[in-house]
């Protein structure tokens, strides 16, 4: 089922999600409102946030998957299991924490396009964010704003990617170990 889902989740572009949760928990069942309300920010957020992680979950799931699968199935997994360690343990300890590098390597650009694919999904649901502001400042040909907003677009990016190169260091210790040996070379 988790498989299914991920593979949607991967397919769908976020707008035709977002269509697609706001005619059925919208429109249909009434639990959430169509267009976004200042009075029920909570509410009015909820299928907006979900059309635009959807994707993020559905890929990040997916590459966990594939990543878990092939650490599992490696020697030293088959040694730890061999000599008895719990399969919780064995799991999240060893396993998880081996395959953590690249899911955070394909973490980070998602994040970054989280922001920059929530364009679409802020004008079906009308939300007044930075996506409207930057489609606005388009149309109108404010230079100001769009360079503005790249920049900090930017800005962020890069923070992000230096987070995870920190991130890399915390994950694993042999990458750690392996600059500190360079700079002593040096």
Known sequence: MTTVISVLGV???SYVFALGLS???????????????QQEAVKSSVLPTISLAMFTVATVARFTRTEMLEVLGSDYMLLAESKGLPGWRL???????NALIPIVTVLAPLVVSLMTGSLVVEKIFSIPGIGSLLVTAIQSNDYNVI????????A???GIMLAVDILYGLIDPRIRLAKED????S
């Open 23 to 37: 005619y059925t928990l919208g429109y249909q069942f009434k639990w959430f409102p169509l267009l976004y309300q």
């Open 147 to 154: 360079v503005t907003l790249a920049f900090i677009y930017s």
């Open 11 to 13: 397919s769908l572009p």
């Open 91 to 97: 799991i999240l300890i060893h396993g998880l924490r």
């Open 156 to 158: 962020m990016y890069i």
């Open 182 to 185: 360079d700079y002593e070379q």
